[in-house]
């Protein structure tokens, strides 16, 4: 099939298209970055330049293909974060609907089964809404939980303070994935086929808050690592002083309030979904270590 991938050589785009060349697929990977050319092509793949905001030079892209995969990149200058990913999403699904695409993959997030109260979150759940609208095509929106790479912001606290922490508590069970094992069920997916419109929840692990103290803290040889938790104003203001810009910083806490209320993984619970990633926290607790003493 031709497949086309957005996300540049991203943590979940790149082993996405590693896995889809190998799978004798023709990639192309869209990316804002002329420099990423020379590697996307060295993956086996055709490399897109252009802005995800261009929906001629989107349409022009996928104009062919059998399937695309869709991910909204990060924008830490965004006025409105939410906003924006929702906007981007429009662009996406009037390029979807320009150059006839019949078969999509959407990057969601667990929580997106919330209109507002999530931070960033509410962007995806507005892009869902926008797809689902797209009449013609196959859609399967991709629910991944919590990233593992989201505890590498916390290396510069653990160096210099010696806690780990964020605006929710110790005691709390985080629902945990790696971008790897996401690539890997979008690449079966496609193998495997899908047709009308469904969601699928991934997941890696689910430990509490202190689990991931305990072995973060155990791999970079600093036992009984505490996870300490802020209340808002200490963890906006930690954000903002560690240089996130305002607007990122407020999205993160309000994602944290929805994590502290534990409403982030409440269609997930209700759904008796087990994580079944192959990647665990310990797993990746060697992975931050590596990060960590880098």
């Known amino acids: 099939m031709k497949i086309i991938i957005t996300g540049s050589l991203g943590n979940i785009s790149k082993p996405l298209a590693t896995q889809l060349i190998a799978q004798g697929h023709n990639v192309t990977v869209v990316s804002s970055n002329a420099d990423r050319t020379a590697e996307i092509n060295q993956l086996g793949a055709q490399a897109a330049i252009g802005s995800v905001t261009d929906e001629s030079f989107l349409t022009k892209t996928f104009a062919g293909a059998d399937l695309v995969y869709l991910m909204v ?15 981007v999403g429009q662009h996406y699904a009037n390029a979807v609907k320009a150059s006839g695409i019949k078969k999509v993959i959407l990057l969601s997030s667990i929580g997106a089964h919330l209109e507002k109260g999530t931070g960033p979150i509410a962007g995806l759940h507005a892009v869902e809404q926008i797809f689902n609208q797209v009449e013609g095509i196959d859609l399967l929106s991709l629910r991944p939980a919590f990233f593992y790479n989201n505890f590498y912001a916390n290396i510069d606290l653990i160096k210099h303070a010696g806690i780990i922490g964020s605006n929710y508590g110790a005691d709390q ?6 971008p790897t094992d996401i690539a ?8 495997e086929g899908f047709e009308g419109k469904s969601i699928l929840y991934i997941a890696s692990d689910k430990p509490k808050l202190s689990e991931v103290a305990a072995a973060l803290g155990s791999a970079i040889g600093k036992a009984g690592l505490p996870w300490v938790e802020f209340d808002d104003t200490q963890a906006y203001e930690g954000m903002v002083g560690a240089g996130l810009p305002a607007e990122m910083a407020k999205n993160y806490i309000e994602m944290g309030t929805a994590i502290r209320s534990e409403i982030l993984w409440e269609d997930f619970e209700a ?5 079944v990633g192959k990647i665990k926290l310990k797993d990746f607790a060697a ?3 590596v990060a960590y003493n880098g």
């Open 184 to 191: 890997a069920v979008a690449a079966a997916k496609v193998e």
């Open 287 to 289: 992975q931050f270590a």
């Open 73 to 87: 990149p990060p924008h830490f200058g965004a006025d409105d974060l939410p906003g924006h990913i929702k906007n």
């Open 271 to 275: 759904k008796g979904i087990v994580p």
């Open 173 to 178: 069970s985080i629902v945990l994935v790696h």
